[in-house]
């Protein structure tokens, strides 16, 4: 019995988890993938739209050949089994075009994979640190200005209290400014970055393996312990975005949500300077306008 509770604690959780990613990005009625905000997510939801299309039609030959089959030639219309072992035809074709389906399939994938890990030519850098079980943030720079600012990203205050157990507090009551449930979804500080912008992300963990995933970027990637992933995104448009570490990290795991604010340039620029000076009061303020501090669009990748 204490071994099934276990197990059944862990269901609970992980149901937990499912649910709380799922309300941050479903809409009513959703049945197929987000296209996203980037250029990766729309070229993610390009190639799964390529795979779900390719499958379909498969499914439909295969399929199809079944019905036929059970219906057309069954025993009770007196049809009689075939007694030949083998066709060499039939084999050489059920073996080259799926070679060939897999290689249609493999190069867009491919070239997806490289443009996601082109991270040159970025505008600005984030340090992104897994922690259990929480995020840290560190913005290391934004055109050619260096920055220190540093702060620990982890599950809002109120979700936080009301998923305590025997709380007693209601899970539909946790609403944020819009009237929209956010239990479970909101962070203290979510990460500002600003749109147009090419970002590369550094990530890394600080005690297990944890996985930032925002799926309206596009992407994720794996936050392990003495070990840096890059990678980078470019959000076309201002927002509130979504997610939730993906790697099964600890008893907490379904509590470290993720929120990224987008914001446009020019706002991100006074927000992040007035990080900058409250973090840092001794720093010697940016005598360049703004215009000239604010990077320039970067060339499309990929």
């Known amino acids: 019995m204490r071994n099934?509770?276990?197990w059944g604690l862990g269901t609970?959780?992980?149901?937990?988890?499912?649910?709380?990613?799922?309300?941050?990005?479903?809409?009513?009625?959703?049945?197929?993938?987000?296209?996203?905000?980037?250029?990766?997510?729309?070229?993610?939801?390009?190639?799964?739209m390529l795979s779900l299309w390719i499958c379909a039609v498969i499914g439909l030959i295969v399929f199809g050949a079944m019905f036929i089959a059970m219906f057309k030639f069954r025993k009770s219309k007196g049809a009689v089994a075939a007694?030949?072992?083998h066709n060499t035809v039939a084999e050489t074709i059920?073996?080259?075009?799926?070679?060939?389906i897999l290689v249609v399939m493999a190069y867009p994938a491919t070239k997806v994979l490289i443009s996601e890990a082109y991270t040159?030519?970025?505008?600005?850098?984030?340090?992104?640190?897994?922690?259990?079980?929480?995020?840290?943030?560190?913005?290391?720079?934004?055109?050619?200005?260096p920055y220190h600012v540093r702060f620990i990203s982890k599950l809002a205050g109120d979700s936080d209290r009301t998923r305590q157990l025997r709380s007693g507090l209601d899970p539909n009551s946790v609403k944020n400014a819009q009237g929209e449930n956010t239990y479970l979804l909101d962070v203290?500080?979510?990460?500002?970055?600003?749109?147009?912008?090419?970002?590369?992300?550094?990530?890394?963990?600080?005690?297990?393996?944890?996985?930032?995933?925002?799926?309206?970027?596009?992407?994720?990637?794996?936050?392990?312990?003495?070990?840096?992933?890059?990678?980078?995104?470019?959000i076309s448009e201002p927002g509130i975005?979504?997610?939730q570490c993906a790697e099964l990290c600890g008893q907490d795991h379904g509590?470290?949500?993720?929120?990224?604010?987008?914001?446009?340039?020019?706002?991100?620029?006074?927000?992040?300077?007035?990080?900058?000076?409250?973090?840092?009061?001794?720093?010697?303020?940016?005598?360049?306008?703004?215009?000239?501090?604010t990077p320039t669009a970067a060339p499309s990748n990929g």
């Open 4 to 6: 099934f509770g276990k």
């Open 188 to 234: 203290d500080k979510p990460l500002v970055l600003p749109t147009n912008t090419k970002v590369r992300f550094v990530i890394t963990g600080d005690d297990v393996i944890h996985s930032w995933w925002v799926p309206a970027l596009g992407w994720k990637s794996d936050a392990i312990p003495g070990i840096i992933n890059d990678t980078w995104t470019n």
């Open 241 to 243: 975005y979504r997610g």
């Open 255 to 293: 509590f470290m949500p993720i929120v990224v604010k987008a914001v446009p340039p020019e706002e991100f620029k006074a927000w992040l300077d007035q990080q900058e000076a409250a973090q840092n009061p001794s720093a010697t303020p940016a005598a360049a306008p703004v215009a000239q501090q």
């Open 94 to 100: 059920w073996t080259i075009v799926p070679i060939l």
């Open 83 to 85: 007694t030949w072992s």
């Open 120 to 145: 040159n030519e970025s505008q600005m850098t984030v340090k992104v640190t897994g922690y259990q079980w929480k995020w840290g943030y560190d913005y290391v720079n934004w055109g050619d200005k």
């Open 12 to 48: 609970v959780l992980m149901a937990g988890c499912s649910w709380a990613f799922a309300a941050a990005e479903r809409a009513p009625w959703q049945l197929n993938m987000h296209p996203g905000v980037t250029q990766t997510s729309h070229e993610a939801y390009q190639l799964h």
